[in-house]
């Protein structure tokens, strides 16, 4: 399953919205009946910190700016107002098919 | 809190073999799917493979059959990953991931990575 994400370059303004678009190439609800999409964010100089899971479930301690939707093969990451913590690489996953796949990344910075 | 910690990357010439490390701590490791997953500069984020919690079933992506294999040492709380026959295109950082859903689902948290360079 290939995940394309857009844009995979983002410079942000702080307090302002974002938007991560992220398409996956097949229909991404498991047998079990869940959808398997997970976001993560990348900050410079550490490993990757999971966000969003089951496409909108916020893990503990995330933000409630952070918001994920989507079915199908179209899912979003909306930031409601941007920190300057948010920097870094956001990458989509998908874990209903084998083997899971990634999208390429969208950087956001800073304006 | 979870932790789980690398090792064991370097520099290593095309065609020979290097095993890494993941120990983990903080959560029950036997109970727990693990994956490892690399960052290459051309790729991004690939799987490399996956890992039951008692190391009975393995799956890996096509990358990775039949030159690397995933191991883990439930008594040691360890990961390994064995990579054999070792190319250029395996020039990544090198993550264990823990998964935790049932079927190789998900991944909810990430080591620091080990970088592995292969280059003669």
């Known amino acids: 399953v290939v995940m394309t994400q857009s844009p995979l370059s983002l410079p942000v303004t702080l307090g302002q919205p974002a938007s991560i678009s992220c398409r996956s190439s097949?229909?991404?609800?498991?047998?079990?009946?869940?959808?398997?999409f997970i976001w993560f964010h990348q900050r410079p100089g550490q490993s990757p910190r999971r966000l969003i899971y089951r496409v909108s479930k916020r893990d503990s301690g995330v933000p409630d700016r952070f918001s994920g939707s989507g079915s199908g093969t179209d899912f979003t990451l909306k930031i409601s107002r941007v920190e300057a913590e948010d920097v870094g690489v956001y990458y989509c996953?998908?874990?209903?098919?084998?083997?899971?796949?990634f999208g390429q990344g969208t950087k956001v910075e800073i304006k | 809190q979870v932790q789980l910690v690398e090792s064991g990357g370097g520099v290593v010439q095309p065609g020979r073999s290097l095993r890494l490390s993941c120990a983990a701590s903080?959560?029950?490791?036997?109970?727990?799917?693990m994956h490892w997953v690399r960052h290459t500069p051309g790729k991004g984020l690939e799987s490399v493979g996956v890992i039951s919690p008692d190391g009975s079933n393995k799956y890996y992506a096509d990358s990775a059959k039949g030159r690397f294999t995933i191991s883990r040492d439930n008594s040691k709380n360890t990961l390994y990953l064995q990579m054999d026959g070792l190319r250029a295109e395996d020039t990544a950082v090198y993550y264990c991931a823990r998964d935790p859903t049932d079927d190789y689902n998900d991944i909810d948290y990430w080591g620091q990575g080990t970088l592995v360079t292969v280059s003669s």
């Open positions: 097949q229909g991404l609800v498991h047998r079990d009946g869940n959808t398997y």
């Open positions: 996953m998908q874990g209903s098919h084998w083997p899971p796949t």
């Open positions: 903080g959560f029950t490791f036997s109970t727990s799917a």
